[in-house]
């Protein structure tokens, strides 16, 4: 059988300024409509479980600090996803990064939390965090950069390895980690000295300003300095950067160990704000697959990520507590998470090409006339 | 040392090694044709819930079955879609499925968490030949999902390697201008066989399910089959033949564990057999990687790139 009509998709030179604002919204919305009809299909009201999680996402005093946050964890790993997608290295396991940035700041605020003083003790706590971080991504780097293995896949392997490890150093009696006062197996405190406290009676800290800055630091790396540059070039073309004499080996590595420690940071960072010690129930939360998610709504940029940071944090939020106004299973959040990315990549076409829906016969006249 | 145990390891090894193959058969079909698909773990975590509730409801592993391959292939064409006529990012369009797919599945499995499923797969009795000692449980002890699956690798095999439909399949994958220019459809045959791939993953999903769980745990359910199903794909080197053996082997490192906590063996921490499995896979998968060797590996050559006819 054929068809009578045919989508053309016509690349287009520039993109439309409208269309870039445009697109990530229409596929916000798409997936918000999309996600009514399943709440309708089991019996959910769309109209209450929305509003429910905007008042409890930005809406209220307690719901804008919890979101941003959040955001201070997303924005890391967001970061962390972003930073090394732009170079086509895709380490999608900055969960499990984020699980050993959480060891890693946990050890160096119970080991050193008596000998320093708080203003020293939090900055190596987080350096800590990412230096586990990075050590966690060491050997995928390694093997990516050398022999071409997929990082893909290792990194993600890892993550199901830091979660045992998490549970491990949790649940083994007598670990360093393991609060030796209770029989019920939680983690030890850090030192005082290692933990920050919140602004006022939010559940904001400081840390957030932190993740801000690191936002902007790497933005500045990647447009104004030679590193970047480098980044930049084997991007677009990994050819051209072996003519050019750049060192893809070396670049791959680095940019994979950053990603690494920037998911560390935002482990070390959950150290030093809430939890103030490791908290095994982080492996249910996924903040660290939730930043690939945020990574690729801004499209990798590393300015947009704080926007796409903060206002994916809010959906979580309002997700979340969802479970207490409704009975609506939280999960709804997660996966609009999902659907919300989906669309956007179905909408990226939008932006990126011209498509129109053209009759057969004007497709072989186009032809002939090319 | 009791020597039943280990029997009775070998063939539970068999029968985890179940969903290993489909899921992984689903892949390489799907990377034959050229479209890369990382939404497999999400994609066996919601047909399992599917096919939950619908083996459930109606009292039918059967439809159980037929339901949550339906679903898996319908995970995958929003994949197909995406990439094929979108040409949207493939590696980021199967993460996305990922977490849709998680979600989806803890949002459809909350009225069933905790329970478990009121009828199951059980293995065939093949009477006497069940009763032969070590070959006996280990051979003749599976149920028809489990043969099934490995007579699907066998036919897949031939299917690949011995058809006109199978050459144009490797083709799409690995040069997909010259199967445009023979008049055949480069998009039509790619999101056909991303659905099929689908479908098998599905089927794997739901066997897992039905057969093995038989309880909805939410994401620990499948705990990471799906990451260990593409890395099979790399290790079996797209051949379905070698991914038998591949999938009985990380079997046995999954079902280790157990038989050592069995046979009260603890001088190696538990949390270390927990991670043997993905430890034994990414050995695997960078002893397999030497510089250039992707080739050598049977990689289809077009694997996760658009295929554009106009762009030169």
Redo the contacts between chains.
């Keep these: 059988m054929q068809i009578p009509f045919r989508v053309v998709f016509e690349q287009r030179g520039e993109t439309p300024r409208r269309l870039s604002l445009l697109v990530p919204l229409a596929s916000v919305f798409a997936a918000l409509f999309f996600g009514a009809l399943f709440l309708i299909a089991t019996g959910h009201s769309p109209i209450d479980t929305y509003s429910n999680m905007f008042q409890d996402g930005f809406a209220s005093f307690n719901g804008i600090t919890d979101t941003l946050a959040l955001s201070t964890v997303l924005i890391c790993t967001g970061i962390s996803a972003a930073f090394a997608f732009q170079m086509n290295l895709y380490n999608i396991g900055g969960e499990g990064q984020l699980y050993l940035g959480l060891i890693g700041g946990a050890w160096a605020g119970i080991a050193l939390g008596d000998h320093l003083p708080t203003l020293l003790m939090v900055p190596v706590v987080l350096l800590c965090g990412a230096l586990a971080g990075a050590a966690w991504i060491f050997v995928p780097a390694f093997v990516r950069s050398r022999l071409g293995t997929s990082e893909i896949v290792s990194t993600l392997l890892l993550t199901y390895v830091g979660a045992s490890l998490i549970k491990h150093v949790i649940y083994t009696p007598g670990s360093f980690f393991r609060n030796p006062n209770t029989s019920f197996p939680q983690g030890r405190l850090v030192a005082d000295s290692a933990s920050l406290d919140s602004f006022g009676s939010s559940r904001l800290y400081p840390t957030f300003f932190v993740a801000l800055v690191i936002a902007g630091a790497l933005y500045w790396v990647v447009k104004r300095t030679e590193f970047g540059y480098r980044i930049n070039v084997i991007a677009d073309s990994p050819r051209a950067a072996h003519y050019a004499g750049i060192h893809a080996n070396r670049t791959t590595m680095w940019v994979m160990l950053i990603s690494g420690a920037l998911s560390g940071l935002a482990g070390a960072m959950l150290i030093v704000g809430p939890y103030g010690k490791i908290e095994p129930s982080i492996i249910t939360l996924g903040y660290g697959y939730a930043g690939i998610v945020v990574a690729a709504l801004a499209r990798n940029n590393l300015g947009l990520i704080i926007v796409s940071g903060i206002l994916f944090s809010g959906l979580r939020v309002g997700g979340n507590n969802l479970q207490v106004t409704t009975d609506t299973p939280i999960h709804i959040g997660v996966m609009l998470q999902g659907a919300i990315l989906l669309f956007a990549l179905g909408g990226e076409a939008f932006r990126r090409y011209h498509i129109h829906v053209v009759r057969v016969q004007d497709v072989s006249t186009k032809k002939v006339a090319a | 040392m009791n020597e039943n145990i280990w029997v009775l390891m070998s063939g539970d090894a068999i029968a985890i090694a179940t969903t290993l193959i489909l899921a992984a058969l689903g892949a390489l079909f799907t990377e034959r044709s050229g479209v890369l698909n ?1 939404g497999i773990e ?1 994609i066996l975590l919601t047909s399992a819930i599917s096919s939950f509730l619908a083996a459930d409801a109606s009292g039918s592993v059967w439809l159980g079955l037929i339901v949550g391959s339906l679903i898996g292939a319908l995970l995958a064409s ?1 994949h197909a ?2 990439s094929v ?5 493939q ?3 199967g ?10 599945a ?2 459809l499995g ?1 009225p069933a968490e905790g329970k478990t499923v009121s009828t199951v797969i059980k293995p065939i009795s093949f009477g006497p030949l069940s009763d032969i000692p070590v070959i006996g449980p280990i051979v003749f002890g599976q149920d028809i999902i489990t043969y099934l699956a490995i007579a699907l690798a066998i036919v897949a095999s031939r299917y690949l390697f011995n058809t006109r439909s199978g050459l144009e399949l490797r083709a799409t994958g690995d040069d997909p201008a010259t199967v445009d220019a023979q008049g055949l459809s480069v998009a039509r045959i790619r999101i056909r066989y991303t659905m099929i791939g689908g479908a098998l993953v599905g089927l794997g999903g739901s066997w897992l399910m039905l057969a093995q769980s038989a309880g909805w745990h939410q ?1 620990a359910t499948t ?2 089959l799906g ?2 199903a ?2 099979l794909v ?1 290790f079996a080197g797209w051949r379905p033949m070698r991914i038998i053996f591949g999938a009985v082997l990380f079997g046995f490192t999954l079902q280790l564990p157990f038989t050592l906590q069995a046979e009260q063996i603890t001088f190696i ?1 538990s ?2 057999l ?2 043997l499995p ?2 034994a ?2 050995i695997a ?2 002893a397999l ?3 250039g060797s ?1 080739n050598l590996l049977g990689a289809p050559r077009a694997l996760g790139t658009p295929f ?1 006819r106009d ?1 030169r």
């Design positions: 990382l999400g929003i879609v995406l006529v979108f040409r949207a990012n590696i980021v369009a993460l996305a499925l990922v977490i849709f797919g998680t979600g989806l803890n949002f909350k994401a705990n990471g990451w260990i593409l890395a790399v921490p949390a270390f927990e991670m993905y430890l896979t990414l998968l960078i990687s030497r510089p992707r554009v762009e």
